[in-house]
């Protein structure tokens, strides 16, 4: 439950969820597919209620973050504080009760980062908003420093599997650490992320599929967009840090994208790959928005494609992981 609204001078801060301190989840995968395509139907509905209250969490937090930035352009200066107030309050809640610091499984290490990396990018998009507060900094900050640090050391350690320490998972991760290191203006954070995309980048096929995702049957596509998302908004966050990857081994993430967006096209080509018929993604009609909503951060890079227009008129290309509604973060509606 996402708690009552409460009134907050001309804001309006629903209450996040209780703070979840231990996950614990199993795989959503038979444990007999190599590939993990094939879902296990009970464990995947109990991975997504042990996930449920961190996602309503992270949702509240884009929602009320989304609409900071909105009253911020229109003008709206003190309901747009009130709002990214909410916000903090949020974050402050889970910060002081050590939210999410004991991951007690594999897949909760590996599904915890996205999920932390929307805390960041909320926080870093609604402090500037916000009252200043330095004693709820500080508590915001450490948390989401502990966490990018646990974080690291799950993907850096010799027992996490080759596969999760390189696939989409770390690139997840990757954009969690660095939106965290961004916000606590922390340069190891920063360069572990960057150190993490540019080896995706250059771990590229030539044709911009990625080897670790066309691995994954017949959800190879899928888990190739699933990865171009952060890798998209990293490379554009970097560059506002002044570290610029799009020509990085050679023009890698320009490939990642037109791959991507032909075998959307014609997932033939993911299939070629991946030596199954793809499932879920059949074309450009069966995307939804928050699948789509890595391209204003592509647009604000000024390489091509453009995109104008690829996303159907009327689609809100908002994602919680990436902050909200990605237009307001980065301008230009396609």
Known sequence: MLGLPVATGFAQCVTVPAPVISVDLPSRYA????????????????????????????????????????????????????????????????AASNALSQLDSLNANQSIPSRLGGAAFAYGLAAPLATRDPARSKVIDGWLADRATATMAFFDDPKTSARTARNNLRMWAALSVLRTGIDVRDQTLIGWAEASFRRALCEANAD?????????????????LHAMQPLVVGVALLRLEGIDLRQTCDNALTRIVMFTLAAVDMPALAAAHAGERQKRITGRASLEGFQLAWIPAWQSLSLSPALDGYAPAGMVLSNSRLGGDQVEIWGRRP
Not at 66 to 76: M, S, V
Not at 208 to 224: T, V
């Open 208 to 224: 911009g599929s990625l080897p670790l995702e066309m691995s994954r049957g017949s959800l190879a596509l899928h888990y190739q």
């Open 31 to 94: 444990q007999d597919d190599k590939t993990r395509s094939a879902i296990d139907e009970a464990a995947n509905a109990r991975v997504n209620e042990g996930l449920a209250p961190v996602d309503d969490f992270v949702a509240v937090l884009a929602r009320q973050t989304t609409d900071a930035l909105r009253l911020a352009r229109l003008g709206e200066g003190e309901k747009a504080r009130l709002m990214a107030d909410c916000v903090l309050a949020g974050l402050e809640r889970w």
